[in-house]
């Protein structure tokens, strides 16, 4: 009993590190919806998340040909991973293009209203979602097998996730410097996973350092620009 709680709180500890990564695309796939719609979106988006990563729990506990080589030297790992990291990087690097050209201001003052579909945002935050979670319910079934130890951790996780993502998510929409910071980690987020989806290990610490390094310096800055607003004024 003492391993298995020991086991927990690692993978507790394990999902709420990878948990990161879905707070910052929960930020981005939702942001183009009617802010009526954002915390529905999140919650239905992770609720059907929740699911499909129990799903893929179950299938790989069943299952040992998920790392088995299907395609010349790719396992069904392999393609979901070099997949969801193309789709990543394509994604992070178009909205990075909208933002900065400011095509939602170019929009508006013509008077076109583009919102994305509700639909849309949340299979984007399931698949991707799932996307995140291969290496962590691999990881989580190599430690242990005991079934109510993995999905307790994940469901702990999930809820914490849902607790910060909504806050996360509308404090980065409002500042487009750490939107578009949060966007860069996701171009670094989507390397790393096509890179392992090819075999090529890439230690976190060298996403995770930088990336907190960079949130520190813009945190500063925003809090430089803050005071001499309101020494001015």
Known sequence: M??????????????????VDNVLVLAIMVERLDPALRRKAR???????????????????????????????????????????????WKAVREIHHTVELKEEQDEAAGIKK??????????????????????VITAVGLTHVVWVII????????AVLAYAGPVGEFIIKHPTLKILALSFL?????????????????????????????????LQMRYEHNRKKMRS
């Open 43 to 89: 919650i239905i988006g992770l609720g059907l998340a929740l699911i499909a990563r129990l799903g893929l729990l179950l299938l790989v506990l069943a299952l040992t040909s998920l790392t088995a080589p299907v395609f010349m030297q790719f396992s069904v790992r392999d393609l979901i991973l070099l997949a969801g990291g193309l789709f990543l990087l």
């Open 115 to 136: 919102k994305s579909s509700f639909r849309t945002a949340i299979l984007q935050i399931v698949l991707l979602d799932i996307v995140f979670s291969i290496d962590s």
């Open 187 to 219: 171009i670094t987020i989507g390397v790393t996973i096509f890179m392992e989806g090819m075999h090529q290990e890439v230690p976190k610490a060298y996403i995770y350092l930088p990336m907190g390094f960079a949130l520190v310096v813009e945190m």
């Open 2 to 19: 003492a391993d298995s709680l020991g086991i927990l709180l690692l993978l507790i500890g394990l999902e709420l590190v990878l948990g």
């Open 152 to 159: 307790t951790a994940v469901v702990i996780s999930f809820a």
